[in-house]
């Protein structure tokens, strides 16, 4: 293995983490933003009032994302084990 097939690899996995964590992370985002607008229009200012909805938004959205990102860590799987019999 050379080094340009390792940095081929390793921004296949960079790219296949940001695409397999974007869903959850722009939910967490979005319901943030909202959690903060209402506490800043109703200046109830409670932190643990941010985590639960952020929890069960992310737990729904895992749920319903689940097979689209056991797809794209499967296709990232696939094609680094088929650069095992070519010698990467």
């Known amino acids: 293995m050379n080094p340009a097939d390792a940095l081929d690899i390793g921004q296949a996995a960079i790219w296949t ?3 397999a964590c974007s869903p959850a992370v722009i939910v967490a985002m979005l319901v ?3 959690i903060a607008l209402i ?3 109703t200046q109830v200012q409670e932190i643990t ?4 909805p952020k929890i069960l938004a ?3 959205v ?7 990102v056991g ?7 696939e094609a ?3 650069r095992i019999p070519n010698g990467f």
């Open 71 to 77: 797809a794209v860590i499967f296709s990232f799987a």
């Open 80 to 82: 680094t084990y088929s």
């Open 49 to 52: 009032l941010t985590f639960v």
């Open 32 to 34: 943030g933003l909202v």
């Open 62 to 68: 895992t749920s319903l994302t689940a097979p689209f």
């Open 58 to 60: 992310i737990l729904l």
């Open 17 to 19: 983490v940001v695409v």
């Open 39 to 41: 506490q800043a229009l």
